[in-house]
């Protein structure tokens, strides 16, 4: 039975006041809304409507237990629901608005079917203005899950989802904002940020170059077996070339391990630790004639680009030299505008867990 008839705004046909206006009353109403995200079509009802919830969860037709995550406009909106903690604080400042879900401990305001069975809920803060625009008029969460039915293709345009969808799913569909075929973006990343070291439970994918290598690493030796071998072909290139690696990976994932290979390859003599604390450490190698340089920074404590931009990184960008920079995420960016108009050997690694003792190891040239 319909509870409401489904309207289809196309964003580049309607003003979007007018988008506004008719999705906040549909919203208010307790119906269910299809719009446009960064990463694809998402879902969305208040998530402070009981009923609305529960439209939701029949239309997603998730297991029993399956969280769904919210959208809010930022953290002082988001600590009404959550807890947020330094770690949390730092991912807000640095990486949101953006594809990050955001996993802290609830508040037990909203709905308990949206947490995990952990009393954890996941946050978004969408890099898409029409929707932070909605949030912020409708100064309430909406759910910020996918529009897709579970198992089912990601929905990147209305008529490939409508497809994949039942008629009583889309007869519960009260309005859809069309933006037409969305850029096929990965959904976005999920980091825990209860658990005394942070935790990245889905990874969003990275713009990167071509992949030069994938493989499974068991140990931090091989890890370091792995450095040493990647910084052994590349070597001869410094003569005449600086070399920049960055690295996306979590928390204990085997990055400095990884550069401690390429620093035994080059033959640092001193012991390499992160410098978490310190950003930056420099190590001296010998070659041939020469010396060279290895700087290994960490950006993870770094609060914003302007930080980064204090370090002056454009001074090591000359042959000899070796850029080691841990967390990139944040500073890929910078990193990239900077080194554009330079002849540099640029690596990205990606390194994901697949259990307690196994890694997958991605190398991009880029």
Same mark, same amino acid.
């Given at each position: 039975?319909?509870?409401?008839?489904?309207?289809?705004?196309?964003?580049?046909?309607?003003?979007?006041?007018?988008?506004?206006?008719?999705?906040?009353?549909?919203? /208010?109403?307790?119906?269910?809304?299809?719009?446009?995200?960064?990463?694809?079509?998402?879902?969305?009802?208040?998530?402070?409507?009981?009923?609305?919830?529960?439209?939701?969860?029949?239309?997603?037709?998730?297991?029993?237990?399956?969280?769904?995550?919210?959208?809010?406009?930022?953290?002082?909106?988001?600590?009404?629901?959550?807890? $947020?903690?330094?770690?949390?604080?730092?991912?807000?400042?640095? =990486?949101?608005?953006?594809?990050?879900?955001?996993?802290?401990?609830?508040?037990?305001?909203?709905?308990?079917?949206?947490?995990?069975?952990?009393?954890?809920?996941?946050?978004?803060?969408?890099?898409?203005?029409?929707?932070?625009?909605?949030?912020?008029?409708?100064?309430?969460?909406?759910?910020?899950?996918?529009?897709?039915?579970?198992?089912? !293709?990601?929905?990147?345009?209305?008529?490939?989802?409508?497809?994949?969808?039942?008629?009583?799913?889309?007869?519960?569909?009260?309005?859809?904002?069309?933006?037409?075929?969305?850029?096929? /973006?990965?959904?976005?990343?999920?980091?825990?940020?209860?658990?005394?070291?942070?935790?990245?439970?889905?990874?969003?994918?990275?713009?990167?170059? /071509?992949?030069?290598?994938?493989?499974?690493?068991?140990?931090?030796?091989?890890?370091?077996?792995?450095?040493?071998?990647?910084?052994?072909?590349?070597?001869?290139?410094?003569?005449?070339?600086?070399?920049?690696?960055?690295?996306?990976?979590?928390?204990?994932?085997?990055?400095?391990?990884?550069?401690?290979?390429?620093?035994?390859?080059?033959?640092?003599?001193?012991?390499?630790?992160?410098?978490? =604390?310190?950003?930056?450490?420099?190590?001296?190698?010998?070659?041939?004639?020469?010396?060279?340089?290895?700087?290994? $920074?960490?950006?993870? !404590?770094?609060?914003?680009?302007?930080?980064?931009?204090?370090?002056?990184?454009?001074?090591?960008?000359?042959?000899?030299?070796?850029?080691?920079?841990?967390?990139?995420?944040?500073?890929?960016?910078?990193?990239?505008?900077?080194?554009?108009?330079?002849?540099?050997?640029?690596?990205?690694?990606?390194?994901?867990?697949?259990?307690?003792?196994?890694?997958?190891?991605?190398?991009?040239?880029?």
């Amino acid at each position: 039975m319909k509870s409401l008839v489904m309207i289809r705004l196309d964003l580049k046909v309607k003003k979007s006041e007018e988008i506004l206006k008719q999705a906040i009353s549909v919203l /208010n109403k307790g119906g269910i809304i299809i719009y446009p995200t960064e990463t694809c079509y998402g879902v969305g009802v208040r998530a402070d409507l009981k009923e609305a919830v529960t439209k939701v969860l029949e239309y997603k037709r998730r297991p029993e237990g399956k969280a769904v995550s919210i959208a809010v406009t930022g953290p002082d909106m988001a600590d009404r629901y959550v807890d $947020l903690n330094q770690t949390a604080l730092d991912i807000y400042s640095r =990486f949101l608005p953006g594809p990050i879900t955001v996993i802290s401990s609830s508040k037990h305001k909203l709905d308990k079917r949206l947490e995990a069975e952990d009393g954890t809920l996941g946050v978004r803060v969408p890099k898409y203005d029409l929707l932070l625009d909605l949030i912020k008029a409708l100064d309430a969460p909406i759910t910020a899950t996918s529009a897709n039915s579970a198992g089912k !293709r990601t929905p990147y345009s209305i008529d490939i989802l409508l497809s994949d969808l039942s008629q009583s799913q889309r007869d519960s569909i009260a309005l859809i904002i069309d933006a037409g075929e969305l850029p096929h /973006n990965p959904p976005s990343s999920v980091i825990d940020t209860t658990k005394q070291e942070l935790k990245i439970l889905r990874r969003g994918s990275f713009s990167v170059g /071509n992949r030069i290598l994938t493989e499974e690493i068991h140990s931090d030796i091989l890890m370091q077996k792995l450095g040493a071998r990647i910084m052994s072909s590349y070597k001869s290139l410094l003569e005449t070339r600086p070399m920049i690696v960055m690295f996306n990976a979590d928390l204990g994932a085997g990055k400095t391990q990884f550069i401690k290979g390429m620093a035994q390859e080059l033959g640092v003599t001193q012991i390499v630790n992160s410098p978490t =604390f310190i950003i930056m450490k420099e190590y001296e190698f010998p070659l041939r004639q020469d010396k060279g340089r290895l700087i290994h $920074l960490d950006a993870w !404590r770094l609060e914003s680009v302007q930080e980064l931009k204090k370090l002056k990184l454009e001074q090591y960008f000359k042959p000899k030299h070796v850029i080691a920079v841990e967390w990139a995420g944040m500073a890929r960016d910078y990193l990239a505008q900077i080194s554009s108009q330079k002849d540099l050997i640029r690596l990205y690694i990606e390194i994901e867990y697949l259990d307690l003792e196994k890694r997958k190891v991605a190398i991009y040239e880029e």
